[in-house]
C-alpha cells in the first residue's frame, strides 16, 4: 500500500501519549500538542514506520502486535495520499521507560479528555485520537 506516513494513540490508564512539536520556522503546526509517528522512509511498511518513529521520539521498542487498531485516512499534508493511523496500549513500566528523543519540546501522558479539548493540539489528530478511544477506550 502507498502511504506518506504513520501515526498512534498510545493510551495508558485514561491518558494518552502525545508530544509537543517543535516551533520552527516552516515546520506544520509549530508548537502544538501532536502524537507519535511521522513520514514514511523508503518501502517501510506502516507499522515499521510507526515502530521506527516510536523509538526515535520516544525510545521505546515495540512490537507490532501491539498495534492493536488500524485505519487508513488522508494524509493531512496531501488528501490525495493516504496515511495510517494506529490505536495501542502502554504499560505504566513502558511509560516509566520513556526516553524522549531530540524532536519537539516535551512529551506528556495527558489525561484523553485534556488532549481531545485541547485549544492548543492538532485538530485532526484529537479527532482521530476520539475516534480510536471511542471504539478501544476503557
Do not use: N
Not at 513520514?39 to 506502516?46: L, Q, V
Amino acid at each position: 500500500m502507498d502511504f506518506v506516513g504513520a501515526k498512534a494513540a498510545f493510551f495508558c490508564e485514561g491518558r494518552v501519549l502525545t508530544c509537543q512539536r517543535d516551533d520552527l520556522p516552516g515546520l506544520p503546526w509549530p508548537g502544538l500538542w501532536d502524537l507519535p509517528g511521522g513520514g514514511r522512509e523508503g518501502s517501510e511498511t506502516a507499522e515499521a514506520c510507526l515502530l521506527r518513529e516510536l523509538s526515535e521520539e520516544f525510545g521505546l521498542q515495540l512490537g507490532a502486535d501491539r498495534l492493536i487498531w488500524r485505519r487508513v485516512f488522508p494524509s493531512m499534508m496531501d488528501a490525495s495520499r493516504a496515511s495510517v493511523f494506529f490505536g495501542g496500549w502502554l504499560s505504566p513500566g513502558e511509560v516509566a521507560a520513556i526516553r524522549f528523543g531530540d524532536e519537539g519540546q516535551g512529551w506528556e501522558l495527558m489525561p484523553v479528555t485534556a488532549f481531545l479539548g485541547h485549544g492548543q493540539a492538532v485538530p485532526e489528530m484529537q479527532r482521530r485520537a476520539a475516534i480510536v478511544w471511542g471504539e478501544i477506550g476503557r
